[in-house]
C-alpha cells in the first residue's frame, strides 16, 4: 500500500469520527430543544385555571353588569342599575347592616324608591355576594433566626 492512500484512509476515518460526534450532537440538542420549546409552546394554549382561596367558591359573573350570578341578582339589576354603574355596587364589601343604610341614605337623599317586597331579596343577595373579606390581613412572618444588622 502506498503512502498517499494510507493517509487518505487516515483522514476518511477522522471524518467518520467527527460526523458521528456531530451527529451525536445534533440529536441532544433536538431533544432538548424538544422539551423545553416543544413544551413551553404548547402550555400557552392551556389556561391555568385560577387558585382560588382556601375556601372561596368559583363565582360567575353576569357579562353585562358584572354581578355575581347568584339568587336574587335579577332584582338587584333591575333596582341598582338604573341611576349608576353596576361597579358602584359591586365594588363595595358591606355587612347586611351596612347595606341597608346604604339603601335608606339613598332613599333619603337620591331619590330611590321603595324596594317594597324586592328589598329583602336585594339585601340577602348583597350581604352573601357582597360581605366585608375577612381575610384582609397576610398571615404573621414565621421567623427562624434573627441576626444583627452590622453598621
Ligand atoms: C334613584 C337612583 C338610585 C338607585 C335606583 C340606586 N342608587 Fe345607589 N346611589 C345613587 C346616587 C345618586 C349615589 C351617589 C353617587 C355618587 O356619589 O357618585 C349612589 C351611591 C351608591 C353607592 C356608593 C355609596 C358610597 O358611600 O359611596 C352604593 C354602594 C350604592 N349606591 C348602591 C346601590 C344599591 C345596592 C342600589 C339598589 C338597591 C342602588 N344603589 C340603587 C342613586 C341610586
Known sequence: MGN???????????????????????????????????????????????????????????????????PGMQETITHCTPCHSAQLVTQNRMTKEGWLSTIRWMQETQNLWDLGDNEPIILEYLAINYAPQEKGRRENLKVEAWYILKE
Request: charged content about 25%; hydrophobic content about 40%; glycine content about 6%.
Open 4 to 70: 498517499a492512500h494510507k493517509t487518505y484512509r487516515k483522514r476518511a476515518r477522522r471524518l467518520y469520527r467527527i460526523l458521528i460526534v456531530v451527529s451525536v450532537l445534533a440529536l441532544i440538542t433536538a431533544i432538548g430543544a424538544f422539551y423545553f420549546y416543544g413544551d413551553r409552546h404548547n402550555s400557552e394554549y392551556i389556561v391555568p385555571p385560577k387558585k382560588l382561596e382556601e375556601g372561596q367558591i368559583a363565582k360567575s359573573l353576569d357579562s353585562i353588569t358584572g354581578f355575581i350570578q347568584a
